[in-house]
């Protein structure tokens, strides 16, 4: 056993003092020590009750002979730290994570980990550790919050809040009503209830073959999810006496596996950040080029909120992430021979998984849309790419040509759209809020949420080099790279430029001539950083750019 480095024999004495110190039996200590990574927390809805899957998952470890040892992963909630300074400190948690998870199964030499992530950058940075640690592997996410619901019967999610906030500034939501939402928009514990990044993580996480069926969607509160944990504390010593490891598992074919379940599914466009990142940490190149030509070839199959009015619980019913992947096996868009932490192939677990709402999973001969849901656009404006969510672009935003409307912050725009200065046509462009340049990388849900808000999101779009919410829907088009703050064309453009965005030929012009950008080019300063101490300092410098996964160099 690796932990055999750190407990037997003579020279390892004083090891097994302190581990007695802890105490553990002699009996606990000739069995493999497993890592439980719990992600529990008091602030984090989405976590607070990962204290009870952490400890199915070490019944279920004892119960198949392992000795679990749990030690912490810090997780922000992404809903409250949006719209201040906290969301400089989201998408930064990921590396941290997956440092400081490295940091304890390495220095400990344990045998096994079971992850039980829940949240946006929780669940990332716990793959991109499995990935770098490379010993036997398991996840097991807390899972999805139920639909809230008005008390006319209208069911809601978390993007229905944040525009309702833009619907009370346009004065068409009164205080009673916003209460309302304030009360019964989150109605339990769990990641949030559309395919916001948590859920499409936890999702793709199923489909790049690194945890067991439901993981990615069984409701929080569902005592399935509960035996969920037992089973997958079970499974991991399996996978450690089989020597199956992460690296086995999160091949190419596997991540292209999960791209493609990305383009079925409409997730989250913080998977093209994601993804990337993890597939780093494996050895495994992947760059916006794939992203597209998958998504050229892969329906979209569902609609979720925020593209829709189906919920996490909905897909669930419907047979989930495996009844999704057996839609796409069916047109050979999925390599089905992968390994996976079932010990069985990805062809042997989605044998037999029934769709069984042909709406919440359109088929195959009825895609909501013929190609995927993220698209990847390129030109003068963003040489090196950024993202857009088209499943959540209305039909006639989908082409748009407009004057820009130009800020430097996320605070400047809302200031602006909620006293009535964004008209319909406008293109807002939101810069200096990339990787290096936020720092940070903020999600900018609170001004695409205002444009929704006030009745604006079939007229109006919003280019950033910062990042979106998965409750983002619209003509919201994040990761423009090169960044303003190194230097990229999104710095040069001013107010009046016409900016045409053509969502279904993939690209995005800057309508002013190379020279003069050029002449611009000369000109440009580089904006002061925003914040010169602490954590957030250290990441502006090693940071790489969005297109590249935003990952430290």
């Known amino acids: 056993m690796k932990s055999d480095n750190a407990k037997k024999g003579?020279?390892?004495?004083?090891?097994?003092?302190?581990?007695?110190?802890?105490?553990?039996?002699?009996?606990?200590?000739?069995?493999?020590?497993?890592?439980?990574?719990?992600?529990?927390?008091?602030?984090?809805?989405?976590?607070?009750?990962?204290?009870?899957?952490?400890?199915?998952?070490?019944?279920?470890?004892?119960?198949?002979?392992?000795?679990?040892?749990?030690?912490?992963?810090?997780?922000?909630?992404?809903?409250?730290?949006?719209?201040?300074?906290?969301?400089?400190?989201?998408?930064?948690?990921?590396?941290?994570?997956?440092?400081?998870?490295?940091?304890?199964?390495?220095?400990?030499?344990?045998?096994?980990?079971?992850?039980?992530?829940?949240?946006?950058?929780?669940?990332?940075?716990?793959?991109?550790?499995?990935?770098?640690?490379?010993?036997?592997?398991?996840?097991?996410?807390?899972?999805?919050?139920?639909?809230?619901?008005?008390?006319?019967?209208?069911?809601?999610?978390?993007?229905?809040?944040?525009?309702?906030?833009?619907?009370?500034?346009?004065?068409?939501?009164?205080?009673?009503?916003?209460?309302?939402?304030?009360?019964?928009?989150?109605?339990?514990?769990?990641?949030?209830?559309?395919?916001?990044?948590?859920?499409?993580?936890?999702?793709?996480?199923?489909?790049?073959?690194?945890?067991?069926?439901?993981?990615?969607?069984?409701?929080?509160?569902?005592?399935?999810?509960?035996?969920?944990?037992?089973?997958?504390?079970?499974?991991?010593?399996?996978?450690?006496?089989?020597?199956?490891?992460?690296?086995?598992?999160?091949?190419?074919?596997?991540?292209?596996?999960?791209?493609?379940?990305?383009?079925?599914?409409?997730?989250?466009?913080?998977?093209?950040?994601?993804?990337?990142?993890?597939?780093?940490?494996?050895?495994?190149?992947?760059?916006?080029?794939?992203?597209?030509?998958?998504?050229?070839?892969?329906?979209n199959l569902c609609h979720l909120a925020p593209a829709g009015d189906t919920y996490m619980e909905n897909l669930d019913a419907a047979g989930g992430v495996y009844a999704v992947m057996n839609e796409l096996a069916k047109a050979d868009l999925l390599d089905l021979s992968v390994m996976t932490v079932s010990g069985k192939s990805m062809g042997e677990n989605i044998s037999g998984a029934a769709n069984l709402d042909p709406e919440t999973i359109r088929p195959l001969d009825n895609p909501y849309m013929r190609t995927g849901g993220i698209a990847v656009l390129k030109g003068n404006l963003a040489p090196d790419g950024c993202v857009v969510k088209q499943a959540a672009v209305k039909e006639e935003m989908l082409r748009h040509e407009g004057p820009a409307r130009v800020f430097d912050s996320e605070e400047d725009t809302i200031r602006v759209i909620y006293e009535g200065g964004i008209k319909a046509g406008d293109v807002v462009v939101i810069r200096y809020e990339g990787p290096r340049g936020g720092p940070g990388m903020r999600e900018m849900l609170n001004p695409t949420s205002a444009i929704a808000g006030m009745g604006l999101d079939d007229s109006v779009a919003l280019i950033t080099d910062g990042r979106f919410s998965g409750a983002t829907r619209g003509a919201s088009i994040g990761h423009v790279s090169p960044e303003a703050a190194s230097g990229g064309n999104i710095a040069l453009v001013q107010d009046g430029d016409i900016i045409a965005i053509d969502i279904p030929n993939r690209s995005i012009e800057l309508k002013v001539s190379e020279e003069e950008l050029e002449a611009r080019r000369a000109e440009w300063v580089c904006l002061e950083p925003k914040v010169k101490t602490g954590y957030l300092t250290r990441y502006a410098k090693l940071v790489s750019s969005a297109d590249k996964g935003a990952i430290l160099e």
């Open 10 to 299: 003579i020279d390892r004495a004083p090891n097994r003092s302190l581990m007695y110190a802890a105490g553990l039996t002699e009996e606990e200590l000739s069995r493999p020590l497993i890592g439980v990574v719990s992600s529990y927390n008091e602030i984090v809805p989405g976590h607070i009750h990962l204290d009870k899957i952490a400890e199915a998952v070490k019944a279920g470890i004892r119960a198949a002979g392992g000795t679990p040892l749990m030690f912490p992963a810090i997780a922000v909630c992404d809903g409250i730290a949006m719209g201040h300074i906290g969301m400089k400190y989201s998408l930064v948690t990921r590396e941290l994570i997956a440092d400081s998870t490295e940091c304890m199964a390495v220095a400990h030499q344990l045998d096994g980990l079971v992850m039980v992530p829940n949240c946006d950058k929780n669940v990332p940075g716990l793959l991109m550790a499995a990935a770098r640690i490379n010993v036997p592997t398991i996840f097991c996410a807390g899972g999805p919050m139920l639909a809230g619901r008005l008390p006319d019967g209208k069911r809601i999610c978390l993007s229905d809040i944040f525009e309702a906030v833009g619907a009370y500034h346009a004065g068409t939501l009164d205080d009673a009503g916003m209460k309302d939402y304030v009360e019964q928009t989150c109605p339990s514990c769990g990641s949030c209830s559309g395919m916001y990044t948590a859920n499409s993580m936890n999702c793709l996480t199923e489909a790049i073959g690194m945890a067991l069926r439901g993981n990615g969607t069984i409701p929080a509160p569902y005592s399935a999810r509960i035996r969920l944990a037992k089973e997958t504390g079970m499974k991991i010593m399996e996978l450690v006496e089989k020597d199956i490891k992460p690296r086995d598992i999160m091949t190419e074919a596997a991540f292209h596996n999960a791209e493609a379940v990305d383009m079925a599914l409409g997730c989250s466009t913080n998977t093209m950040l994601h993804l990337p990142a993890i597939a780093h940490e494996a050895g495994v190149s992947l760059d916006f080029a794939t992203a597209n030509e998958i998504s050229a070839v892969t329906p």
